[in-house]
Nanobody
Framework: QVQLAESGGGLVQAGGSLRLSCVAS????????MVWFRQAPGKEREFVAT????????YYADSVKGRFTVSRDNAKNTVYLQMNSLKPEDTAVYYC??????????????????WGQGTQVTVSS
C-alpha cells in the first residue's frame, strides 16, 4: 500500500502563489506517474497536472497552463505543485494521486491507484 499526504494549502489573495507538496510513504517503489486533481464545491473532480516517473515530462490542464508547475523529487518521494497567479476559480480541494504504472500522461481519476486526503486552496478576489 501507498499513503499520500498533501500539504501547503491555505488562503491567498488573487495573484498570489502557493506551493503544494505531496509526500508518499509505504510501498513507494511501485509508484509511477503522479497527478494532481482538484474539486470545487458542487463540481466534479478536475484534472490539473501530471508528471512522469522520471520527472522529465509534465502535462497540464489548459486552465492552469503557464501558471502552475508540477515537479517531483523521487529521493524524497515527494511531488510538488507550484501555483502562481492564482485566481478565485482555482479555489478547490487539491488531491494528489499516484499511478502504479509508468503510463503517461495520467489524466483520469481511474488511472491513479492511490489518493491523498486533499488540501484546501482558497483564493480571495
Amino acid at each position: 500500500q501507498v499513503q499520500l499526504a498533501e500539504s501547503g494549502g491555505g488562503l491567498v489573495q488573487a495573484g498570489g502563489s502557493l506551493r503544494l507538496s505531496c509526500v508518499a510513504s509505504g510501498r513507494t517503489f511501485g509508484i509511477g506517474s503522479m497527478v494532481w486533481f482538484r474539486q470545487a464545491p458542487g463540481k466534479e473532480r478536475e484534472f490539473v497536472a501530471t508528471v512522469a516517473w522520471s520527472g522529465g515530462s509534465a502535462y497540464y490542464a489548459d486552465s492552469v497552463k503557464g501558471r502552475f508547475t508540477v515537479s517531483r523529487d523521487n529521493a524524497k518521494n515527494t511531488v510538488y505543485l507550484q501555483m502562481n497567479s492564482l485566481k478565485p476559480e482555482d479555489t478547490a480541494v487539491y488531491y494528489c494521486g499516484a499511478g502504479e504504472t509508468f503510463r503517461f500522461p495520467l489524466t483520469t481519476p481511474g488511472g491513479a491507484a492511490y489518493w491523498g486526503q486533499g488540501t484546501q486552496v482558497t483564493v480571495s478576489s
